[in-house]
């Protein structure tokens, strides 16, 4: 297993036992990223059958819900393997809760703010042509 403080520049290193409050980063990381991916692909759907009813027949709108889909599961993906790297040490360690909240709050924006953002913007496309 390779040490996950690499990847996580503000995280420290330290050596230890494990954690003993029972916190386990990968799994939160693990939870928040299947909700998000559900977050994401149910408003995407949403917003996607709201322009697909209120639009021309434009193929746009399929396309845009294809290709923002297969995009966004790798990218969760990247983000899960980053933490399932820690180290036993690392598992449950208080300092990385910063970095964490971090990249969760990043994560979040994304899966609300990217279906929202990129159907309009795929709406906008499709009016031009």
């Known amino acids: 297993m390779t040490d996950a403080t690499s990847h996580h520049p503000h995280a420290q290193k330290r050596s230890g036992a494990h954690d003993t409050t ?3 980063w990968r799994k939160k990381v693990s939870d928040h990223v299947a909700f998000a991916l559900l977050v994401y692909t149910g ?3 949403f917003w996607t059958m709201t322009q697909l009813k209120s639009g021309n027949g434009s193929v746009m709108p399929y396309f845009a ?6 995009a966004i599961i790798p990218a969760c993906r990247w983000i ?4 399932e790297g820690l180290t036993a040490a690392d598992i449950g ?3 990385l809760a910063p970095l964490f909240r971090r990249e969760m709050a990043l994560l979040w924006l994304a899966a609300v703010g990217l279906p929202i953002a990129l159907t309009l913007a795929f709406k906008t496309l499709a009016s031009v042509f």
Do not use: T, Y
């Open 22 to 24: 029972g916190l386990d």
């Open 43 to 45: 408003l995407h759907i």
């Open 65 to 70: 819900l294809i290709v923002l889909v297969a």
């Open 80 to 83: 899960e393997k980053r933490w």
């Open 93 to 95: 360690a208080p300092s």
